[in-house]
C-alpha cells in the first residue's frame, strides 16, 4: 500500500481487545483493551508482540517463524481462525481488532490453545509410510520411484503445518469431541494417496469408524479458513471416495512405488586438473 | 454394521425418496402444475381419491417402499446430527437402539394403514 | 503418544451448536450446511405428524372429511409451503452433496500457488447454479399456490 492509501486511511492508533485467561487467577476468559500505534504493514502478531514488549510483559501467546510457515500462531481473529503473523491489520481495515484463542480448542493461558486433540487425532491415523519392506523405510539404500503426476496427487496436502485453524472452523469439531476432524482426515488422505504407502486398509479402519471421515457434511469452512491453501475438504471428499471404492471392491490396495534401480552405468569424470592452493602458487 | 454401508444406504434412500417424494408431493400438492402437463388429478386428498389409491396394489407398494426409504433416510440423519453432540458412548449405542425401534414402530404403524385399507 | 500429565486441566472452548448456526464471516457453503440440517429436522418433523395424521383415514369417511376441512386455511396451507419448499432445498443441496462427498464436482489437487483457491471456491459456479434452480422451483411452487 503507497505513503498515499496508508494515509488515506488515517489509522495512528489501533485497539486490541485480547483474550486472558490465567488459570490460576480466573474463572473464564476476558478481553483486555490495549492502545497500539500503527504502521504501514503491521501484521496482527506485530500488534502482539508490541504489547508484549511494552505494554505487558505477562500476554502470553504462541509464535515462531512469523512468516506463515511453522502454524504456532493460529488465532481467532474478528470472528475468523487466522495466523496472527500472516494477517495484516491493513486487510482487515477494522481499527478495533478483538483476538482470542483459537476455538474448538481447551485454552491453557491467554492466547494459548491445547493442541494435544489435534495431535492424539492426528497419530491415530498413522501419518506415516507403510509398507511390506518397513526397514527400507527406516534404513533406505535408494529412492522410491514416484512420477510427478503420482506427487501431484497428494503434494497439495503435505503443505500442512499442523496449525488447527481448520479445526477451528469445522462446525463438527465445534460439537463432536471424538470428531478426527478436517486435518487427521485430510492426512488420512495425504498418505493414502502417496503411491509410496501400501496399507490404505488400516488408515480405512481409523476413519471408518463412528466418528471418523461420515461426520463431515462438506461446510467447507476448513478449505476457507486453511492459511497454507491445503484445502482439507477436498481431501476428505476423495478420503470419502476411496473409503466407499474400497468397500464395494472397486478398487484394491495397490503395490506401493518400486526402488529405483542402480543407475545402468555411471560415466567417469571429465578429467579436470586438481587446483590446489599450493599449485596455484606455482 | 460399518459406517460406510450405513452411509450408502443413505445416499441409495436419499436418490430414491427424492423420486419418491417428488412424485407425492407434486400429486397433492401442486394441481395446477399437473393441469399445464396435461395431467388431472382433482382432490387427491378427498375420501374418493383417498379410497380408490387404497385399492390398488401400485400404490400400495408404491407407499410401502416409500415409508422405508423415507424413514431410513430421516432417521440415519438424525442419528447423526444426535451423534454429533458428544454424547457418552453409552448414550450412542442407546440411542442407535432408540432409533431402530422408532423406525420399525413407524413403519409398522404407517403400513398398517394402507394395508387394512386394501 | 505420551502427554506429560498437568498441574491444572486446560480450560474447556468448544463453540457448541454455535458452531453449527452462526456461519458468519464462512461462505455459502457454510450457510448450506446450516440449511440442509434445519430443512432435514423440519421434513423429519413434518413426517411424524403427517404419519399420526394419516391414521384418521382408520375412522372412516366422515373423519377423514373433517380433517380434511379443518386444514383448509391460510396458515396451513403457508405451512404446507414451507415444507414444499424445504423439499426443494433439501433435495437439491443434497443432490450436489452427494456427488461431491463422492469426490465428483470437486477437482483435482493441485500444488497451491498463492493466492490460494480451493476446490468449492473453483465449483463455486455449480453452487450458484444450484441455488438459481432452488429459487426458480420455490418460485413456481409459489405461484401454484398463489393461484
Given at each position: 500500500m503507497t505513503t498515499q492509501k496508508r494515509r488515506e486511511w488515517g489509522i495512528e492508533k489501533l485497539c486490541f481487545r485480547v483474550q486472558r485467561y490465567d488459570p490460576?487467577?480466573?474463572r473464564a476468559p476476558y478481553l483486555e483493551k490495549f492502545i497500539i500505534p500503527f504502521h504501514h504493514g503491521m501484521t496482527v502478531l506485530d500488534g502482539l508482540l508490541y504489547i508484549k514488549e511494552n505494554?505487558?510483559?505477562?500476554l502470553t501467546f504462541r509464535a515462531s517463524?512469523?512468516?506463515?510457515?511453522?502454524?504456532?500462531?493460529?488465532m481467532l481473529i474478528n470472528g475468523l481462525p487466522r495466523l496472527a503473523c500472516h494477517t495484516p491489520i491493513e486487510e482487515l481495515r477494522k481499527e478495533t481488532l478483538e483476538i482470542r484463542s483459537l476455538p474448538n480448542f481447551p485454552v491453557?493461558?491467554?492466547?494459548?490453545?491445547?493442541?494435544v486433540p489435534l495431535f492424539e487425532k492426528h497419530s491415530s491415523i498413522k501419518p506415516y509410510i507403510m509398507r511390506p519392506d518397513n526397514e527400507e523405510v527406516e534404513t533406505p539404500t535408494a529412492e522410491f520411484l514416484q512420477s510427478p503426476k503420482e506427487l501431484e496427487d497428494y503434494l497439495q496436502f503435505a503443505y500442512?503445518?499442523?496449525?488447527g485453524i481448520c479445526m477451528a472452523a469445522c462446525p463438527t469439531v465445534a460439537t463432536d469431541r471424538l470428531f478426527l476432524g478436517p486435518e487427521p482426515l485430510a492426512q488420512a488422505y495425504r498418505y493414502c494417496a502417496d503411491?509410496?504407502?501400501?496399507?490404505t486398509g488400516e488408515r480405512i479402519k481409523e476413519v471408518?469408524?463412528?466418528?471418523?471421515?461420515?461426520?463431515?457434511?462438506?461446510?467447507?469452512a476448513c478449505s476457507q479458513a486453511c492459511p497454507k491453501g491445503v484445502d482439507p475438504a477436498l481431501a476428505v471428499q476423495l478420503l470419502k471416495r476411496t473409503v466407499v471404492s474400497r468397500s464395494l471392491g472397486l478398487s484394491r490396495e495397490r503395490k506401493p512405488a518400486p526402488l529405483a534401480p542402480p543407475p545402468a552405468e555411471i560415466k567417469p569424470k571429465l578429467p579436470v586438473p586438481e587446483f590446489t592452493a599450493k599449485q596455484s602458487k606455482t | 454394521m460399518r459406517e460406510v454401508y450405513l452411509k450408502l444406504l443413505q445416499y441409495v434412500t436419499a436418490v430414491a425418496s427424492f423420486f419418491l417424494l417428488a412424485t407425492h408431493l407434486v400429486l397433492l400438492h401442486l394441481d395446477d402444475i399437473l393441469r399445464v402437463l396435461g395431467?388431472?388429478?382433482?382432490?387427491?386428498?378427498a375420501w374418493s381419491s383417498v379410497s380408490e389409491r387404497a385399492a390398488s396394489a401400485g400404490w400400495l407398494a408404491f407407499y410401502i417402499v416409500f415409508l422405508a426409504v423415507a424413514l431410513y433416510h430421516g432417521l440415519y440423519g438424525l442419528r447423526g446430527i444426535v451423534s454429533e453432540?458428544?454424547?457418552?458412548p453409552g448414550a450412542i449405542r442407546m440411542l442407535n437402539w432408540v432409533l431402530v425401534i422408532i423406525g420399525i414402530a413407524l413403519f409398522a404403524y404407517a403400513v398398517y394403514i394402507p394395508i387394512s385399507a386394501y | 503418544m505420551k502427554v506429560p500429565k498437568r498441574s491444572r486441566e486446560p480450560l474447556a472452548n468448544y463453540q457448541g451448536l454455535k458452531g453449527w448456526v452462526?456461519?458468519?464471516?464462512?461462505r455459502l457453503e457454510r450457510y448450506l450446511y446450516t440449511l440442509q440440517r434445519i430443512t432435514g429436522l423440519g421434513l423429519l418433523l413434518y413426517a411424524a405428524l403427517h404419519l399420526a395424521m394419516n391414521?384418521?383415514?382408520?375412522?372412516?369417511e366422515a373423519t377423514w372429511t373433517s380433517l380434511m376441512a379443518t386444514f383448509d386455511n391460510p396458515v396451513i396451507m403457508a405451512l404446507e409451503y414451507l415444507v414444499l419448499a424445504a423439499f426443494v432445498i433439501h433435495a437439491i443441496n443434497g443432490a450436489r452433496l452427494l456427488l461431491q462427498q463422492l469426490g465428483?464436482?470437486?477437482g483435482h489437487p493441485k500444488p497451491p500457488v498463492y493466492p490460494y483457491v480451493d476446490s468449492l471456491q473453483k465449483k463455486r459456479s455449480i453452487v450458484l447454479g444450484m441455488v438459481a434452480l432452488m429459487v426458480a422451483l420455490l418460485a413456481i411452487i409459489f405461484i401454484d399456490f398463489l393461484v
Amino acid at each position: 500500500m503507497t505513503t498515499q492509501k496508508r494515509r488515506e486511511w488515517g489509522i495512528e492508533k489501533l485497539c486490541f481487545r485480547v483474550q486472558r485467561y490465567d488459570p490460576d487467577r480466573d474463572r473464564a476468559p476476558y478481553l483486555e483493551k490495549f492502545i497500539i500505534p500503527f504502521h504501514h504493514g503491521m501484521t496482527v502478531l506485530d500488534g502482539l508482540l508490541y504489547i508484549k514488549e511494552n505494554i505487558d510483559s505477562t500476554l502470553t501467546f504462541r509464535a515462531s517463524c512469523r512468516m506463515s510457515i511453522c502454524g504456532s500462531c493460529g488465532m481467532l481473529i474478528n470472528g475468523l481462525p487466522r495466523l496472527a503473523c500472516h494477517t495484516p491489520i491493513e486487510e482487515l481495515r477494522k481499527e478495533t481488532l478483538e483476538i482470542r484463542s483459537l476455538p474448538n480448542f481447551p485454552v491453557i493461558k491467554d492466547l494459548v490453545a491445547d493442541l494435544v486433540p489435534l495431535f492424539e487425532k492426528h497419530s491415530s491415523i498413522k501419518p506415516y509410510i507403510m509398507r511390506p519392506d518397513n526397514e527400507e523405510v527406516e534404513t533406505p539404500t535408494a529412492e522410491f520411484l514416484q512420477s510427478p503426476k503420482e506427487l501431484e496427487d497428494y503434494l497439495q496436502f503435505a503443505y500442512c503445518t499442523k496449525c488447527g485453524i481448520c479445526m477451528a472452523a469445522c462446525p463438527t469439531v465445534a460439537t463432536d469431541r471424538l470428531f478426527l476432524g478436517p486435518e487427521p482426515l485430510a492426512q488420512a488422505y495425504r498418505y493414502c494417496a502417496d503411491n509410496r504407502d501400501a496399507n490404505t486398509g488400516e488408515r480405512i479402519k481409523e476413519v471408518d469408524s463412528p466418528h471418523g471421515v461420515w461426520l463431515c457434511h462438506l461446510a467447507g469452512a476448513c478449505s476457507q479458513a486453511c492459511p497454507k491453501g491445503v484445502d482439507p475438504a477436498l481431501a476428505v471428499q476423495l478420503l470419502k471416495r476411496t473409503v466407499v471404492s474400497r468397500s464395494l471392491g472397486l478398487s484394491r490396495e495397490r503395490k506401493p512405488a518400486p526402488l529405483a534401480p542402480p543407475p545402468a552405468e555411471i560415466k567417469p569424470k571429465l578429467p579436470v586438473p586438481e587446483f590446489t592452493a599450493k599449485q596455484s602458487k606455482t | 454394521m460399518r459406517e460406510v454401508y450405513l452411509k450408502l444406504l443413505q445416499y441409495v434412500t436419499a436418490v430414491a425418496s427424492f423420486f419418491l417424494l417428488a412424485t407425492h408431493l407434486v400429486l397433492l400438492h401442486l394441481d395446477d402444475i399437473l393441469r399445464v402437463l396435461g395431467v388431472e388429478a382433482g382432490d387427491m386428498t378427498a375420501w374418493s381419491s383417498v379410497s380408490e389409491r387404497a385399492a390398488s396394489a401400485g400404490w400400495l407398494a408404491f407407499y410401502i417402499v416409500f415409508l422405508a426409504v423415507a424413514l431410513y433416510h430421516g432417521l440415519y440423519g438424525l442419528r447423526g446430527i444426535v451423534s454429533e453432540l458428544s454424547l457418552p458412548p453409552g448414550a450412542i449405542r442407546m440411542l442407535n437402539w432408540v432409533l431402530v425401534i422408532i423406525g420399525i414402530a413407524l413403519f409398522a404403524y404407517a403400513v398398517y394403514i394402507p394395508i387394512s385399507a386394501y | 503418544m505420551k502427554v506429560p500429565k498437568r498441574s491444572r486441566e486446560p480450560l474447556a472452548n468448544y463453540q457448541g451448536l454455535k458452531g453449527w448456526v452462526w456461519p458468519r464471516h464462512y461462505r455459502l457453503e457454510r450457510y448450506l450446511y446450516t440449511l440442509q440440517r434445519i430443512t432435514g429436522l423440519g421434513l423429519l418433523l413434518y413426517a411424524a405428524l403427517h404419519l399420526a395424521m394419516n391414521g384418521f383415514r382408520l375412522g372412516g369417511e366422515a373423519t377423514w372429511t373433517s380433517l380434511m376441512a379443518t386444514f383448509d386455511n391460510p396458515v396451513i396451507m403457508a405451512l404446507e409451503y414451507l415444507v414444499l419448499a424445504a423439499f426443494v432445498i433439501h433435495a437439491i443441496n443434497g443432490a450436489r452433496l452427494l456427488l461431491q462427498q463422492l469426490g465428483f464436482l470437486m477437482g483435482h489437487p493441485k500444488p497451491p500457488v498463492y493466492p490460494y483457491v480451493d476446490s468449492l471456491q473453483k465449483k463455486r459456479s455449480i453452487v450458484l447454479g444450484m441455488v438459481a434452480l432452488m429459487v426458480a422451483l420455490l418460485a413456481i411452487i409459489f405461484i401454484d399456490f398463489l393461484v
